[in-house]
Structure formats: structure tokens, C-alpha cells
């Protein structure tokens, strides 16, 4: 069965300090995968999403980036954070397989920027 | 284009009573719909997914919705609410590019 995994699961960061949040899939291949945030009280907006490895698209700009070095590894990631970058950040996998659009989530990495 | 709207953003109920959690949906094609349920802090957990079969879905815990094309709606509902079920719930829509649209969330608060 497939499993995804985030970490950590919660991180206290300066502003200004870099950031790198991991996410790693198992048990399905070349999925796609996906970086959501959410903020206190809100809903989710999608930060980013993967379709292969090396391929990244951006859906909203700002500070963050994403990186997919391996085919089931997506990494989340800033140089400088800002306050506004707190929140609760979701990866989620999507399996091509069947065409099927429902996406799987992780655990979460709540992020608190002082 | 395609949207959602979730028409409440609270709903209360007593443990034992129905639950119902509205959710209307805007979209140029058949869509497919989902519910998710998230606990304070965890991830987001797929309750049920309606794809063009049968219009009346059910999912886990012992959640359905009903799809109705007529009313553009996906109403949750569940006969007998318990305590474990207090959470947010997001009604979401798939786009076109396979990207998901969710509604703004409802929290439901389940009273002894």
C-alpha cells in the first residue's frame, strides 16, 4: 500500500533563516506530487506541483520554492523566511495510474516563523 | 472554470443527532467531487469521492453524500453524529489540469 511521509512534523524558525521540508512517497511510482499550505483558519492554497522529477511548477509567487530530486521525494524549501510564511504545509500525492484525480495527504509540518 | 462553496462555515450538532454539511459546485463539465475530513493538526483524509457512477456515494465512518446535477450540490451527511466526528471538512472539486479546488472548509463541533 502507498504511504507518504512528511518531516518534521512541527518547526520553530527565526525570520530569515532557510527552510527545507521534505516529503517522500512509497509505494507508487512517477506520481504526482504536490506542496500545499495552509494558514491559520483558512483553507489550502496549492504552493507547487511535480509531474517528474526535476519538473516543478509554481503557483503562486513568493519566497518558497520546491525541488523534486528523486521520483518520489519533493522538498519544500526558502532562503530567507518571512513572518508571513507560518502556517501548516501539506504534500500530497496523485497516482497517474487510471487517471484517477484524487490525491493523498500527509501528516503535515506545522511551520511557526518568529 | 470550476469552484466550490461551502455554505457554512460552522455547524453544531448534539452526539446522536444528523449531520449535514452543504457544499455547492460550479463546473463547465462532469465533474468529480470529494469530501475530506481533517483533525487539528493532521493531514487531510479522503472521506468519500463521487466520479459519475452512482450519485449517492458512500464513505468511511459511515459518511455519504448525494450528488445532485439539478442543484449543482454534494451535500455530506451522516444519520447519527458522535464525538469523534468534530473536525473540518473540505468539499472539493477537480479541475480540468487535475489540480484540486477546496472550498473554504466547515468545522464541525459535535456537543455530549
Excluded at chain 1, 497516482?95 to 518568529?114: I, K, N, S, W
Aim: with cysteine.
Amino acid at each position: 500500500s502507498q504511504t507518504i511521509h512528511q518531516w518534521p512534523a512541527t518547526l520553530v524558525q527565526p525570520v530569515g533563516s532557510p527552510l527545507s521540508l521534505e516529503c517522500t512517497v512509497e509505494g507508487t511510482s512517477n506520481p504526482n506530487l504536490y506542496w500545499y499550505r495552509q494558514a491559520a483558519g483558512r483553507g489550502l492554497q496549492l504552493l507547487f506541483y511535480s509531474v517528474g522529477i526535476g519538473q516543478i511548477s509554481s503557483e503562486v509567487p513568493q519566497n518558497l520554492s520546491a525541488s523534486r530530486p528523486q521520483d518520489r521525494q519533493f522538498i519544500l524549501s526558502s532562503k530567507k523566511l518571512l513572518l508571513s510564511d507560518s502556517g501548516f504545509y501539506l504534500c500530497a500525492w496523485q497516482e497517474l495510474a487510471g487517471h484517477t484525480d484524487t490525491q493523498y495527504f500527509g501528516p503535515g509540518t506545522r511551520l511557526t516563523v518568529l | 472554470a470550476q469552484s466550490v462553496t461551502q455554505l457554512d462555515s460552522h455547524v453544531s450538532v448534539s452526539e446522536g443527532t444528523p449531520v449535514l454539511l452543504r457544499c455547492n459546485y460550479s463546473s463547465s463539465y462532469s465533474p468529480s467531487l470529494f469530501w475530506y475530513v481533517q483533525h487539528p493538526n493532521k493531514g487531510l483524509q479522503l472521506l468519500l469521492k463521487y466520479t459519475s457512477a452512482a450519485t449517492l456515494v458512500k464513505g468511511i465512518n459511515g459518511f455519504e453524500a448525494e450528488f445532485k446535477k439539478s442543484e449543482t450540490s454534494f451535500h455530506l451527511t451522516k444519520p447519527s453524529a458522535h464525538m469523534s466526528d468534530a473536525a473540518e471538512y473540505f468539499c472539493v472539486v477537480s479541475s480540468w489540469t487535475d489540480k484540486l479546488i477546496f472550498g473554504t472548509g466547515t468545522r464541525l463541533q459535535v456537543f455530549p
